[in-house]
């Protein structure tokens, strides 16, 4: 799953439980009226009805249904990347500057992301870490 992918669906989902979600909604329709116009109307609709299962489930606790619908927009989501992966960056701009500021300061670290990418060639070694590393050896 692509790391944006992810990061925008948490985003998406967090969203719906806040005040700002109409205005998280209408970015995320315009966005899509760019991608796929002919999807734009359908998938309005099925993001208030996920909102209105979110909020329940979270009324409820109840985790696993809401990561059940998080997991249905991370499905569709990256099928639309692999379609067209040259919405990336429109997907993150998406998530920059309409859905993490839509997030509780708590959750918009929740969708922060770190893409490391490396290439190592002959006898190279490399070494990534998130946090402390400690090597021993030659």
Known sequence: ??????????????????????????????????????????????????QTQVLAARERADSDTEQALAGVWRLRLQHLLNEDPDI???????????????????????????VINAHAHDQARQFIAGRDQHITGP
Request: no cysteine; proline share 6%; hydrophobic share 50%.
């Open 88 to 114: 990336g960056p429109q997907l993150q701009h998406l998530l920059d500057e309409h859905l993490t500021p839509a997030l509780p300061a708590a959750e918009q670290a929740r969708v922060q992301q770190i």
């Open 1 to 50: 799953m692509d790391p944006i992918v992810l990061a925008a669906v948490t985003a998406l989902v967090g969203a719906m439980a806040t005040d700002a979600w109409q205005q998280s909604r209408t970015a995320v329709v315009a966005w899509w009226r760019k991608v796929r116009p002919e999807q734009a109307d359908a998938v309005q609709a099925e993001l208030e009805t996920t």
